[in-house]
Every structure is written in structure tokens, then in C-alpha cells.
Nanobody, 111 residues
């Protein structure tokens, strides 16, 4: 049974940075497409960034140039480095891989 556990969320001032992580167990991330999604208060789920199984990377327009997705196959962990954070980035961030979802980590950006 696979499991994804996010960590690293928190509260920062606008303009700041955060790096969130998604540790996988029972799943080999290198074999799957994987990504980060978010759900802001009162809004639907949004795909933020993803790495396809062929290695191609996607970023939502709203985060291009500010967020960087990466993967450490040795640690079986997915990361999202978030810079120049804006209040509109406030959301619960979820990772997904191999049809599994994490429980989410709250990211709050203060003005």
C-alpha cells in the first residue's frame, strides 16, 4: 500500500519562500507521473506543477518563474520550492503520484 506524506507548510510573509516536501513509501516515484495541486479557500482544486513519467515538467501560469518542482529518487521524495510568495498562493497543497494522494499541507501567505 502506497502512502504520500507532505510536510514543510507554514505561514510566511508575502515575498517570502517555502519548500514543501512529499515523501513516498510503498511507491517508486521515478516510475510515476507526480505533481502538486492546491485548493484555496472557496475554490476548486488547481494543478500547480507536475513531472510526467517522461520527465517533462508543467507549471501553472500563476506560478511560472516562482515555483520549482524537483524530485530526489534516492530519497523517494518530491519537492516544491516556492519563492516570491503571494497572498493568492494561500491554499492546502497536496501531492499526488501513482494514483495516490497525500493528506495536504497548509500554506498561508500573510500580507
Amino acid at each position: 500500500q502506497g502512502q504520500l506524506v507532505e510536510s514543510g507548510g507554514g505561514s510566511v510573509q508575502a515575498g517570502g519562500s517555502l519548500k514543501i516536501s512529499c515523501a513516498a513509501s510503498g511507491i517508486a516515484l521515478r516510475q510515476c507521473g507526480m505533481g502538486w495541486f492546491r485548493r484555496a479557500p472557496g475554490k476548486g482544486r488547481e494543478e500547480v506543477s507536475s513531472i510526467a513519467s517522461d520527465g517533462s515538467i508543467y507549471y501553472a501560469d500563476s506560478v511560472k518563474g516562482r515555483f520549482t518542482i524537483s524530485r530526489d529518487n534516492a530519497k523517494n521524495t518530491l519537492y516544491l520550492q516556492m519563492n516570491s510568495l503571494k497572498t493568492e498562493d494561500t491554499a492546502v497543497y497536496y501531492c499526488a503520484a501513482c494514483s495516490y494522494w497525500g493528506q495536504g499541507t497548509q500554506v498561508t501567505i500573510q500580507s
